[in-house]
């Protein structure tokens, strides 16, 4: 076959790749009592797969054309001026803590031994970049059933070390932004909200409503697979801030002073005119480096399914909620046995997943509950670290000024021995809900 030009030979290629997922990749929706219910899963059609396909033909393989576009559009929807695409969530959130690191912020910088409030009950990469740079991560409770931080504790947490609050919203439940938001405002402290797991997610404040990871100084996301939108791996750093979007840029690219783009030259006009540091005046700014970075980037193949997703979005939250509202109606018949979620007040939650606590007063054992649940195909998950200075990664920190802990922790302890999620993604079927409903029921029954 000879196709007259390169557009023509794309549009056949990506017709053959639409009817490869017809044949062979297109999900059959046709669930029995028993087929395995996994906790998250990709959702995707031929439309990812042709995106795919067109960037792999650019061969640009890194940042290019469809990562561009991709900022643009997830920075319209979301409601920022900033959005730039890491390779991770976990990027996401390093780059996030390490901008705020820079000399450039003066008083405001976060320094070695400077103080940040966070939780010790959830995913460990919100914490790790504070204690990799040696700054001193302050653990806080989480309240039950919100399973976010306990605003009452904030204060407390407080000290003159204090530079910043880095939290996550828990599995799409807003933490309390207006409570947080305003202890941040009054002590002048960098809020950093992780909104890898609530993607979607909405907050009123005063009559104002915004998406999560809009609220504070810098949002991050996930696009890993089980995530609310995928790109397979991928992430994403957010800000209204131009100080910000330019130190997150420069962090992620190697810690360049250079902002041009990739396979871009003197994009700024000033290539050879600058004085640095102690270098020679002249030197190439593409190769002056005004922090210790890093190589982030998302390759645009990645962008270009992100591209596609994007536009599925709205639906995919939307059947977020309807599946955990017909879980949650569902499991009120044995609430007497587990403690079921409550969303946050003055939000509009984008589910991530389904959260619960059994009851131990009730003789109810989390570990037997999940066995079962898990005996029957339906995947369980815990609230990840559970309580994260439990781990075998604080083993050499205990004892020590590392971190510092506010309280008892007590709901975190609780969390760690009592609770459990399974999924509520958009490719479940109403059926796979109730049959997820039904095997919970009889696990605490």
């Not at 690191?101 to 995913?123: H, S």
């Not at 919100?126 to 009452?152: K, R, W």
């Not at 006009?269 to 004085?275: S, Y």
Request: aromatic share 12%.
């Amino acid at each position: 076959m000879k196709w007259e030009n390169e557009a023509e030979a794309r549009e056949y290629i990506k017709s053959v790749v639409a009817q490869y997922y017809h044949d062979f990749k297109e999900r059959k929706m046709d669930f029995k009592e028993g087929d395995r219910i996994s906790y998250a899963s990709r959702v995707f059609d031929e439309k990812e797969m042709q995106a795919l396909t067109d960037a792999t033909l650019d061969f640009w393989l890194t940042t290019g054309r469809f990562a561009d576009k991709f900022e643009k559009e997830f920075a319209s929807w979301i409601g920022v001026k900033y959005a730039h695409l890491v390779n991770s969530g976990s990027s996401a959130n390093l780059i996030a803590f390490m901008a705020l690191t820079a000399p450039e912020l003066k008083e405001r910088q976060i320094r070695k031994g400077d103080e940040v409030i966070t939780v010790a009950c959830g995913f460990p990469t919100t914490v790790a970049p504070i204690i990799q740079y040696g700054a001193i991560p302050v653990f806080v409770d989480v309240t039950v059933p919100q399973y976010n931080i306990d605003i009452s504790k904030l204060e407390d947490a407080l000290s003159e070390k204090t530079k910043a609050v880095m939290i996550a919203h828990t599995l799409g439940n807003p933490f309390d932004l207006k409570a947080v938001k305003a202890f941040c405002d009054k002590h002048e402290l960098w809020l950093i909200e992780d909104n890898c797991d609530s993607l979607g997610s909405k907050y009123t404040i005063d009559g104002v409503t915004k998406f999560t990871g809009t609220w504070g100084d810098i949002g991050t996301s996930s696009f890993y697979p089980p995530h609310h939108m995928t790109m397979g791996e991928g992430g994403c750093v957010y800000t209204d801030n131009p100080l910000l979007h330019r130190l997150i840029l420069s962090y992620r690219d190697w810690g360049r002073e250079c902002v041009c783009p990739s396979g871009r030259d003197n994009f700024c006009g000033h290539r050879f005119d600058g004085q640095y540091g102690e270098l020679p005046a002249g030197y190439d700014h593409k190769y002056v480096y005004s922090h210790f970075g890093y190589n982030l980037k998302v390759t645009d193949m990645q962008a270009a399914i992100g591209c596609e997703q994007l536009k599925k979005f709205p639906k995919f939250i939307e059947r977020r909620r309807h599946n955990w509202e017909r879980l949650y109606k569902a499991l009120e018949c044995v609430k007497d046995r587990i403690i079921l979620p409550e969303p946050a007040e003055h939000s509009e939650p984008s589910w991530f997943g389904f959260l619960m606590s059994v009851r131990p007063e009730k003789g109810i054992n989390r570990n037997v509950v999940t066995r079962y649940v898990e005996s029957h195909n339906v995947q369980t998950r815990l609230l990840f670290s559970g309580n994260l200075i439990k781990h075998p990664c604080f083993d050499q920190l205990r004892g020590t000024d590392s971190y510092r802990v506010v309280g008892d922790l007590s709901n975190t302890e609780f969390i760690m021995n009592n609770s459990f999620w399974v999924g509520v993604y958009p490719g479940m079927t109403d059926e796979m809900i109730d049959y997820m409903a039904k095997v919970i029921i009889e696990a605490v029954s």
